[in-house]
């Protein structure tokens, strides 16, 4: 069974600083790994995708890195901005498109 | 790019109410569809995998007399909350995906509130 889990729970910086989430998961038999960002009440706005071939993807400020042999992937965030303040979510597919997701990481960012 | 349309964005109804709610692909063929359910502060738990004109398949749990799923075409599907109560009250998300092993587009969610 494949299970995600997300360190931190949560995570307050002030603006500006350069931060990394953590995403690890129990099966390594993974074709892609995704992170999302959820703000409050909203759904989901997919960040990075990165397949299994790759080692890590960026988008703008965003790199998210995957490590398949030990089951892991970060987010960095550089230069954090309080327009970044949201919850954060690795999710890995599991059982012919299904999908699991870690329990996310919420982040504030202070100005 | 895909996007995933749901509605409606946020429903408020007395308890014992029947409630539907929408996810339509709008620019692709949805052969697959999703429906998560997420309580405050936690995460997205799968309820039921819908595939179009057949069965939804419903996660360990979940009850499929309670919760109605019809995927009747490739661009709709409908999850209907039956005799709706407050413990029935949580953010519902719905995705769609084309093919396999593709990502899935996710709708922006309703939030459901049984008084």
């Known amino acids: 069974k494949q299970e995600v889990t997300q360190i931190p729970a949560a995570l307050s910086v002030p603006e500006g600083e350069n931060l990394v989430l953590n995403c690890s998961f129990t099966?390594?038999?993974?074709?892609?790994l995704q992170w999302f960002r959820q703000d409050p009440g909203k759904g989901l706005t997919s960040l990075l995708l990165?397949?299994?071939?790759?080692r890590e993807q960026t988008s703008g400020r965003l790199n998210a890195s995957l490590d398949k042999s030990s089951g892991r992937s970060t987010l960095y965030i550089a230069a954090s901005q309080p327009g970044d303040s949201a919850t954060y979510l690795c999710a890995v597919p599991y059982n012919n498109n299904d999908m699991r997701f870690g329990a996310g990481t919420r982040l504030t960012v202070k100005p | 790019g895909a996007v995933v349309s749901q509605h409606p964005s946020r429903v408020i109804c007395k308890s014992g109410t029947s409630v539907k709610i929408e996810c339509r692909s709008l620019d692709f063929q949805a052969t697959t569809m999703f429906w998560y359910r997420q309580f405050p502060k936690q995460s997205l738990m799968l309820m039921a995998t819908?595939?179009?004109?057949?069965?939804?398949?419903?996660e360990q749990g979940v009850e499929k007399d309670k919760f109605l799923i019809n995927h009747a075409s490739l661009t709709l599907s409908t999850l209907t909350v039956t005799s709706a109560h407050p413990e029935d009250s949580s953010f519902y998300i719905c995705?769609?995906?084309?093919?396999?092993?593709?990502?899935?587009?996710f709708g922006d969610g309703t939030r459901l509130s049984i008084l």
């Open positions: 990165i397949q299994s071939s790759q």
């Open positions: 995705s769609a995906v084309q093919g396999t092993n593709q990502p899935q587009h």
């Open positions: 099966d390594s038999a993974i074709y892609n």
């Open positions: 819908s595939n179009e004109g057949s069965k939804a398949t419903y």
